[in-house]
């Protein structure tokens, strides 16, 4: 790996909270497989975050090993087309994730409430929902980015090879 600017050294710290936060609420919503009625909406729970948990590890992978200028593979290129459009549509997900936790900001702020420490939980839960939601999306643009200055490099890195100006 070569010299990351300070921006992307940020950007993967983000991405390994979000491998954690994603890997938490996966096997979160494996074990809630087992000990909940819907199981319908757990294995779609399941499969959106196993789907973001993997588009975010590739991510890692591709700024650890391509970064700045080692061109993707034409596999690396179809995975990471593939996850991308999946995960694109997972901001929806995640944002009904956000609105479905909603309901928990009067538990926040009530004072009742909280002399019982309810209070810390459903913070919690609404907090990580939201901490999801917009790293989600910070991530998103950074691996756009991310792929385009991978191909920029790469083909400046052949046009000097070769002594030609775009």
Partial sequence: MKGLTTFWKIFRAVCIVQLVLVAFLGVQAFAMLFYKSNILVRCIDLAAYTLVFL??????????????????????????????????ILIAYLFAQVVNTWWMVHIVFDSEIQKNNNWVMATAVLLLSWFIFLIHLAFLAGMFRLRRFIHQNTVGSWYEQFDQKP
């Fill in 55 to 88: 588009f975010v590890y590739h991510g890692l992978s591709i700024l650890n090993y391509n970064y700045p200028d080692v061109p993707l593979s034409p596999r690396q290129k179809r995975v990471f087309n593939i996850l991308y459009l999946i995960n694109f």
